[in-house]
C-alpha cells in the first residue's frame, strides 16, 4: 500500500477513496462496544442531543449492556429513546486491539515516514449516531484531524478557508455562511485528513460510524500539562490533606510539596521517557487497558520493548507501560525471548526468570510485565 501522506503538505484537506476496509473496522467497532465494562469504568463517554452534551444520557449509557444480536442503530435509538442523537467515545485505543492495531500500522507508521516523528503521541476517538451537524456546528481543532469513515451509511463534511471568523458566523447553520464550503463525500472506508484551524463540520442524514485519530505535536502546550498532572497526582497521594483541615494548616503543606515537585522535576528526562514509551506502544498514547490472560506474555505486532539501562537498573518499554525493576541477565534473556518469540507461557518465563530469583520473585516481575 502506497503511503496515504506522499506529498502531502498538510495546508488543505485530502481524501483517499476506499482507503480502508470498513467491514473489519465496523465489525471491530461492534466488538468494542460489546465490552461496555471496560468502557464504563472510563467515563470517556459524552452522548450529545439538540447540540448540546445531555450528562444524564451520558450516564445512562455507561449502564447499557449490548449484545451480538444487536443492532447499533437500533440499540442506542431504542436504549436512549432518541430519534437524533451523537455520541463521541474518547481514547478507544484502550478498548480495541484490532482498531489499534489498524491505526498504528495504516496510519501512524504512515504518518511517521512521511512526516518524521515529530508528536507525541496518538489519540484514537469515534462519532457515531444519526444527526443534523456535528453538535458543536463548524469548528477549527488544534492539531490535525485524521477520520476513517467506516459506515453502514455515507456522511457529508464540509470544509472551509482557515480565515473564516467563527464568530462571525451561525456555526448551527450553514446555510446562513456566505464563504462557500469544500464538500467531501465520504463513503465507507474513505480516509480523510483536515490540516489544523481549517474550520470543518460534519453532516450525517443517516446512521454512520467515523473513527478518529489526533496526532498531538511535540510543542503543544498539553504536554507539559501532561507530565505534570500525571506526575503530581502521585506525588499528592501522598500528601496528608484533610478537608477538616483549616486553609492556614493545609496551604504550607501544599506550598511546599509543589514546591518540591517542580525543583525535582526532569522534564527532558520525562520526555525521552515518554519517547521511548510511545514507541514501544506504536505511537498510541494510552496502552489497552482490556483483561489479559495471565497464562502467557504477549507482544502485539504493532508493539516493541524499548529498554534503557540506567546503573543497576532496567527501565523496560513494553506495549505502552514503563516498569523499572534490578537488572538481571535473565530479565535480559526473557525480553529478548518475548520479542523474537512474540508470546511466552508464564511456565517458560518464571523458568527464565528463576536463574537470578525465587519463585515469589519471579511472579511478581512476569505480572509487571503483564
Known amino acids: 500500500m502506497l503511503c496515504p501522506f506522499k506529498d502531502q503538505n498538510l495546508k488543505k484537506e485530502f481524501i483517499i477513496k476506499g482507503f480502508s476496509n470498513s ?22 463517554v459524552r452522548v450529545f ?43 478507544i485505543e484502550k478498548y480495541s486491539n484490532e482498531i489499534s492495531d489498524y491505526f498504528t500500522e495504516h496510519i501512524i507508521d504512515e504518518w511517521n515516514k512521511e512526516y518524521g516523528n515529530q508528536t507525541m503521541g496518538f489519540e484514537l476517538y469515534s462519532f457515531f449516531g444519526e444527526y443534523d451537524t456535528t453538535p458543536f456546528g463548524v469548528h477549527k481543532d488544534q ?28 456555526i448551527h447553520n450553514l446555510n446562513n455562511i456566505s464563504s462557500p464550503p469544500r464538500i467531501y463525500n ?17 453532516k450525517r442524514q443517516e446512521f454512520s460510524i467515523t473513527l ?9 502546550l498539553w504536554i ?15 500528601v496528608n ?15 511546599k510539596t509543589l514546591t518540591e515537585f517542580f525543583n525535582q522535576m526532569d522534564f527532558e528526562k520525562s520526555i525521552l521517557n515518554e519517547s521511548k514509551r510511545l514507541k514501544s506502544n506504536g505511537g498510541l498514547i494510552n496502552n489497552n487497558i482490556l483483561d489479559k490472560t495471565n497464562d502467557y506474555l504477549e507482544l502485539k505486532k504493532t508493539k516493541e520493548i524499548v529498554i534503557n539501562y540506567d546503573k543497576d537498573k ?21 525480553l529478548s525471548q518475548l520479542s523474537k518469540l512474540r508470546v511466552i507461557s508464564k511456565e517458560n518465563a518464571i523458568n527464565i526468570l528463576s536463574e537470578d530469583f525465587d519463585y515469589e520473585a519471579s511472579v511478581q516481575i512476569y505480572n509487571a510485565l503483564l
Not at 473496522?25 to 467515563?43: D, P
Not at 465520504?186 to 460534519?202: A, E, F, R, S, Y
Request: proline letters at 5%; one cysteine or more; charged letters at 30%.
Open 23 to 44: 467491514d473489519f473496522l465496523l465489525k471491530a467497532f461492534k466488538e468494542m462496544l460489546l465490552n461496555q465494562g471496560s468502557i464504563q469504568k472510563t467515563k470517556k
Open 224 to 238: 507539559i500539562e501532561r507530565f505534570i498532572k500525571n506526575n503530581l497526582e502521585n506525588k499528592l497521594a501522598k
Open 212 to 220: 478518529g485519530a489526533i496526532p498531538y505535536t511535540i510543542e503543544g
Open 143 to 170: 492539531e490535525h484531524t485524521i477520520l476513517i469513515h467506516i459506515g453502514p451509511n455515507p456522511a457529508k463534511v464540509f470544509c472551509w478557508n482557515e480565515d473564516l471568523d467563527l464568530n462571525e458566523v451561525d
Open 241 to 255: 490533606i484533610s478537608d477538616t483541615d483549616s486553609e492556614e494548616k493545609n496551604s504550607p503543606l501544599l506550598s
Open 49 to 91: 442531543k439538540n447540540k448540546g452534551v445531555r450528562d444524564d444520557l451520558s450516564l445512562k449509557y455507561q449502564s447499557l449492556k449490548m449484545t451480538k444480536e444487536d443492532d447499533i442503530k437500533d440499540y442506542f435509538k431504542s436504549e436512549l429513546l432518541l430519534e437524533n442523537y451523537c455520541i463521541a467515545l474518547s481514547q
Open 314 to 334: 532496567i527501565c523496560i518499554f513494553i506495549s505502552g507501560r514503563h516498569i523499572e525493576i534490578i537488572n538481571a541477565p535473565s530479565i535480559s534473556l526473557l
Open 186 to 202: 465520504i463513503n465507507p472506508g474513505d480516509l480523510l485528513v483536515i490540516p489544523k484551524k481549517i474550520p470543518h463540520t460534519v
